[in-house]
Each structure stands twice: as C-alpha cells, then as structure tokens.
C-alpha cells in the first residue's frame, strides 16, 4: 500500500510564499507529480519529480528527496487565483500515469 | 500535449441503471486511466486499461461493478452498473503523455455523476 500525508489546509496572503508538503511512504516508488485542482474543475498537471532536487517552473517549483520520502511544492509571489487545492500523487511501479493521491491541501490566498 | 475529450460532462441517473462514460484522446497512448472523485474527497485510481488486455483493477474496484473497454489506442469507456447512490462522484480519465524533456499526466475535464 501507499500512505501519503499532507496537510488539509494553508492560508496565505497575496505577495507571499507558500511552501505545501508532502509524505510519502510506498514501494516501488517511480515519482512525485503536483496537481492543481480548482473547485468543480478536474486537476491541472503542475510538476513532475523522479530524480532528488528542486524543479523550477515559474513561480512555482517542486522538491523531491526520495531518501526522506518527502516533497514540498513552493509557489512565489502568491496571487489571488492560486487558492485550490494542491494534489500530490505518487507513480508506483513501472506504469508511469498509475498515481495514488494525498488527500489534497485547500489553499487560500487572502488579498 | 495531450488532449482528453470525456462524455457525458455531467449526468442525473436513477438507482439501479448503468452509465457509460467515454474518453477520446487526439494522440495514440499505451495506458489510459480511470479514476473516482467522491465529494470533497481526493481521487482515487480505479483501474489501468491496457488496449488489447483486460483492465487492471486497483484493491476495492471489481469488473462487474466498472468494466472498462480500451478498443484502441485513443479510446475508452468506463461503465458504472447498477448504479447507488454512493456511486455519486466524479469520474476522471487521464493519461501519461512523455515528451523529450517532460513527463506528465493529463486529466479530461471529468464525468459528475448524481444517483438519486
């Protein structure tokens, strides 16, 4: 099986950073993908991670460290329209798109 | 990337019956994916549909409850038999889409299913 824990909910305001993390313990682990999910909308990919370090794509960036089985996604200069929920998922196995999902971080972005 | 088209969008169903719900991606992939979105929940893998194979079924999905076609490579149908109300969720496709310097996993826009 597969336990991965991040936190329900963060609050942040606009300007600032935010860094939201993620456990994980499972075999055969592959990789670390972060999604972006608005309400009633379906999850928009953020980042993939399968080697150790730190991924960056615009104000948003994705660390991995598969030793310590833990990832953290770091969003910068935080806007309004980034409040959703983050999802972090975990690749198992040799099936890359085969994820199992944390429960989600609601974040709110106050102005 | 990729892009995923799912049928219906959304759908009002009465308990007992079965809903088909269909995925089209405009690219060839080997693995396409279904998953569940129950209210304020997470997602949660249902099953791997392999073209040319029987699905893969994760621990709690059975086939008799969701079977899955994969007829090629750019479709699959996922049905919901015997439909309760537990069964109100959203249901998602997705599939892995590798490029030369990127890897990604894209979602279609999902099925809100309500059994009444």
């Known amino acids: 099986g597969q336990n991965i824990d991040q936190p329900t909910e963060m609050t942040a305001t606009e300007g600032a950073i935010v860094q939201i993390n993620c456990t994980y313990q499972t075999s055969g682990f592959n990789g670390l993908f972060w999604y972006q999910q608005h309400a009633g909308e379906a999850p928009t990919f953020l980042s993939y991670n399968v080697l150790d370090g730190l991924e960056e794509k615009g104000r948003f960036s994705s660390f991995l460290s598969r030793s310590k089985g833990y990832s953290y996604l770091l969003l910068k200069e935080l806007q309004m329209k980034d409040s959703a929920s983050y999802l972090c998922?975990?690749?198992?196995?040799?099936?890359?798109?085969?994820?199992?999902f944390g429960r989600g971080t609601q974040l709110t972005v106050w102005p | 990337s990729a892009v995923i088209s799912q049928k219906p969008s959304r759908d009002i169903c009465q308990r007992g019956t079965s809903l088909t719900i269909q995925c089209q991606v405009d690219s060839q992939v080997t693995m396409m994916f279904w998953y569940r979105q129950q209210p304020g929940q997470s997602l949660t893998l249902i099953a791997t549909a392999n073209q040319g194979s029987e699905a893969t079924y994760e621990s709690g999905f059975v086939i008799d409850k969701f079977p899955i076609s994969r007829p090629n490579l750019t479709f699959s149908t996922l049905t919901v038999s015997n439909m309760s109300p537990e069964d109100s969720s959203i249901y998602l496709c997705?599939?892995?889409?590798?490029?030369?310097?990127?890897?990604?996993?894209?979602f279609g826009q999902g099925t809100r299913l309500t059994v009444v």
């Open positions: 997705s599939v892995e889409d590798k490029a030369e310097d990127a890897t990604e996993a894209f």
């Open positions: 998922a975990v690749s198992r196995g040799s099936t890359l798109g085969r994820l199992y």
